[in-house]
C-alpha cells in the first residue's frame, strides 16, 4: 500500500491554470500506475488522466485533452497534473490514485486501489 498526498489547489479564474502535485510515501519501490480523478458536487468520481509506471504511456479522458499533462517524476515519487484555460466545469475535489501493475507500460483506467484525501480546485467565472 502506498499513501498518497495532494498538493496545489485553489481558487483560479477562467482560462487560468493550476498544477497539482501528489506526493506518494510507503512502499513506493513497487511498480505503480496512477492516475488523477475528479468529482463535482453531486456527480460520481471521474477518470482525468492515468500514467504508466515509467510515465511514457499516458491516457486523457474527455474533457481533459488537449488541456491537461499528466506527469511522474519516479525520483521524487511525485506525480502532477498541469491544468491550463481552465473552465467552471472544471470546478471538482481533485484526487490522485495509485494500483500494483504488472504491466509497466500500461496506463490503466480502473482497479486502483490506494487514494489521497483529494484537494479542491475552484474555477470562477
Known amino acids: 500500500q502506498v499513501h498518497l498526498e495532494e498538493s496545489g489547489g485553489g481558487l483560479v479564474q477562467t482560462g487560468g491554470s493550476l498544477r497539482l502535485s501528489c506526493a506518494a510515501s510507503?512502499?513506493?519501490?513497487?511498480?505503480?500506475?496512477m492516475g488523477w480523478f475528479r468529482q463535482a458536487p453531486g456527480e460520481d468520481r471521474k477518470l482525468v488522466a492515468s500514467?504508466?509506471?515509467?510515465?511514457?504511456?499516458?491516457r486523457y479522458l474527455e474533457p481533459s485533452e488537449g488541456r491537461f499533462t499528466i506527469s511522474r517524476d519516479n525520483a521524487k515519487n511525485t506525480m502532477f497534473l498541469q491544468m491550463d484555460n481552465l473552465t467552471a466545469e472544471d470546478t471538482a475535489s481533485y484526487y490522485c490514485?495509485?494500483?500494483?501493475?504488472?504491466?509497466?507500460?500500461?496506463?490503466?483506467?480502473?482497479?486502483?486501489?490506494?487514494w489521497g484525501q483529494g484537494a479542491q480546485v475552484t474555477v470562477s467565472s
Open positions: 500514467i504508466s509506471v515509467s510515465g511514457e504511456r499516458t
Open positions: 490514485a495509485a494500483l500494483l501493475v504488472l504491466d509497466r507500460g500500461l496506463a490503466p483506467m480502473t482497479g486502483f486501489d490506494d
Open positions: 510507503g512502499r513506493t519501490a513497487i511498480p505503480y500506475g
